[in-house]
């Protein structure tokens, strides 16, 4: 038996109170964690608010974990104690269904989410996870920034995997955000000549800093104009309601507008637009254990580091405060305390 100490939520919306929970005896092939660091996700406010329906009181909100290895159930494989190791929005996947024989496992329909499904995250002392979604940290991470990556990193980076996009692609970034902010760097070391979009002039400077050639404002009608037809994917990381006719537009023929924030309102489609020049409108989770390990020795090959606020563990409401509240720049991880 093994008992875990988190911030958790017990009723949708309220602060987190730290609680006791006990997690029981260690799964065949689960591992147990020890929480240094914990990223906190935009995805962990809408559980935290059930915004999404799907949040299961009590739980504890975290799923960018940074931590060590301390257990290991008799069938784990590939990791030993003591080990760094990040988890990320899955928890487990059943590892036999189609999806997760074929490498998809992030898309099994028995997969369990780190946080809000019965499963306690990362705002903890320590978590668990199936030995596959504890992915091992390559040397030289840097580990106070390195949370984000396994749930903003990979979302922004899936595309490039699943899609193949090229080096030498033209990429638009919407948004400069927790998401859009690694957007950029990731499509700038991939070789992509990189677009930025943004509501905020004064983020131009940034946006550039981040790894955009250019920038278009995504309130200018006449500026999203003027690139029509220019780029071979257009990432969305924002979650709000845009022109997007307009943001097609900006497709070249074949390009594709993929859309990584979740946007609530259903999104309207032209079809002509898309038909004349076989453009694609698509989504995408987070990835499989393959993806973000592929992602993590990508980021630290190029030293790309999310920009991260750090915060004491113990004032997690003041730091989802910060991020509510539209301050955070760019992400947030949580600093669990010394044992």
Same mark, same amino acid.
């Given at each position: ?13 309220k602060p987190?109170?730290l ?12 591992v147990?964690?020890?929480?240094d660091?914990?990223g906190i996700?935009?995805?962990d ?6 915004e ?7 739980f ?8 060590? +290895? #301390? *257990?290991?159930g008799?069938? !784990? ?8 190791? &990040?988890?990320?929005?899955?928890? @487990? ?7 997760c ?8 329909p ?6 809000g499904?019965?499963h ?13 979604w504890?992915v091992?940290?390559p040397?030289g991470?840097?580990?106070?920034s ?5 749930c ?12 193949r ?5 033209r ?12 957007a ?5 070391a991939?070789?992509?000549e +990189? #677009? *930025?979009?943004?509501?905020? !002039? ?6 550039r800093?981040? &790894?955009?050639?250019?920038?278009? @404002? ?22 709000v309601p ?12 074949m ?15 032209p079809?002509?637009?898309l ?8 989504s995408?989770p ?6 973000i390990?592929t ?12 920009q ?14 910060h991020?509510a509240d ?14």
């Amino acid at each position: 038996m093994s008992q875990m100490q988190g911030w958790a939520a017990t009723e949708a919306g309220k602060p987190l109170s730290l609680q006791t929970f006990d997690l029981g005896a260690l799964g065949a092939e689960e591992v147990e964690v020890a929480v240094d660091y914990c990223g906190i996700c935009h995805s962990d406010l809408s559980m935290i608010k059930n915004e999404w329906g799907m949040s299961r009181f009590p739980f504890v909100p975290g799923h960018e974990v940074i931590g060590r +290895v #301390t *257990a290991l159930g008799e069938h !784990a494989k590939g990791l030993a104690m003591g080990q760094r190791v &990040g988890i990320g929005w899955t928890a @487990s996947s059943c590892m036999h269904c189609k999806q997760c024989l074929s490498g998809h496992q992030n898309l099994c329909p028995e997969g369990l989410a780190t946080i809000g499904g019965g499963h306690q995250g990362g705002f903890a002392d320590k978590v668990r996870s199936h030995w596959a979604w504890a992915v091992p940290l390559p040397e030289g991470i840097d580990l106070a920034s390195a949370g984000p990556l396994l749930c903003g990193g990979i979302t922004v980076l899936k595309p490039f995997l699943s899609y193949r996009v090229s080096p030498g692609a033209r990429v638009g970034v919407v948004g400069i955000g927790g998401l859009g902010h690694m957007a950029l760097k990731f499509a700038r070391a991939w070789g992509c000549e +990189v #677009t *930025a979009f943004t509501s905020n !002039a004064a983020k131009a400077d940034e946006a550039r800093a981040f &790894g955009a050639h250019n920038i278009v @404002s995504s309130r200018d009608a006449s500026a999203i104009k003027a690139i029509a037809g220019s780029l071979d994917m257009l990432l969305v990381t924002v979650n709000v309601p845009l022109d997007w006719n307009a943001l097609l537009g900006t497709l070249a023929p074949m390009g594709r507008m993929h859309v990584v924030g979740a946007v609530l309102e259903p999104i309207p489609v032209p079809i002509f637009t898309l038909m004349m020049g076989e453009r694609e409108v698509s989504s995408s989770p987070t990835g499989s254990p393959v993806d973000i390990a592929t992602l993590l020795d990508f980021a630290t090959r190029h030293d790309i580091r999310p920009q991260v606020e750090m915060f004491p563990m113990d004032q997690v409401n003041e730091a989802l405060r910060h991020l509510a509240d539209g301050n955070a720049r760019y992400r947030i991880v949580l600093e669990a305390k010394a044992s």
